[in-house]
């Protein structure tokens, strides 16, 4: 069982609220994770930050980064 | 998420196993770079950065140094942590049951469900997913519905399930929907958790969509 509660979804505030419903709107569900990492609210809007930066758009193709992200996720038999 | 960006299946079940799976050169130089950055101390051998270079230039090694780096962060903080699957993709995991339905080993294990309902055994279950701290579960269903309607179904350790509720059993919480096909319910498909309250209206949704994504293929089976 997890460990750490995930931050329930009425009790969003501020910045991490508006963050989350982008996540809603792109892809239907706010990650565990970050529902988790939300008990730090400046952790969760840099993190996000911080992973829209490194695995959108840049100079390497989006579907070759994912390929990496799903690797490493197998490798430590983390479900990505 | 992956697919989503153009990996197909085949590149991703080549994940599994990358030197066995026929890589173009630069992908498979990224996944060794990737897999030596994850393993044991991260120590990467000048071998496989200096097949990096021949591909990628500085600003690109950077970036894919990044990806790698932070999905081992993600999943130290998940694995330390026991977050829980996210059920973000009803789609992949319908997939994955189908999958464990058709492939080699899931067809031994299909062969075995389709024997034990045939010595009149009325539900069977079946777990299809065992990694991690969640497991996708496939209750296998023979025959017409028991008393108490065609939501209910009775089996084994579960001792009574319904559309609208999770039940305690044995100290797990199974969230359990039946799958419907036009014959009616065909099969149910379950996520099994160990702590009580586990699951909320999002998660009962996207495993809604997974019985209905797999009905018509546990209707061609049962």
Redesign the interface.
Known sequence: ????S?IARDRFTGEVRALFEKFLAE???????FR??AHRPELTTTLTS??RA??GP???P??????????????????? | MAKQFGVSDEALAGLNDPESHPFPPDQRAALRFADAMTTGRGEVPDEIFADLRRHFDEPQIVEMAAVIGLFNYFNRFNNALHVAITLIDPEVLAQQAIQATTTHAGQALWDQVVMLLGTGRRFVRVELHGRGRDRLTLLARHGSPPSGGPDTAVAGEIEAVTRDGATRTAGDIILIVPARHASGVVGVVAVQRDQPGAFDEEDRAVVERVAEIIAPHLATRT
């Open positions: 069982m997890a460990r750490i995930r892809r239907g569900n706010i990650p565990n994770m988790t990492m911080h992973f490194v695995i840049g100079t390497v989006i579907a070759l980064k994912e390929m990496l992200a799903v690797r490493v996720s197998r490798i430590n038999t983390c479900d990505y």
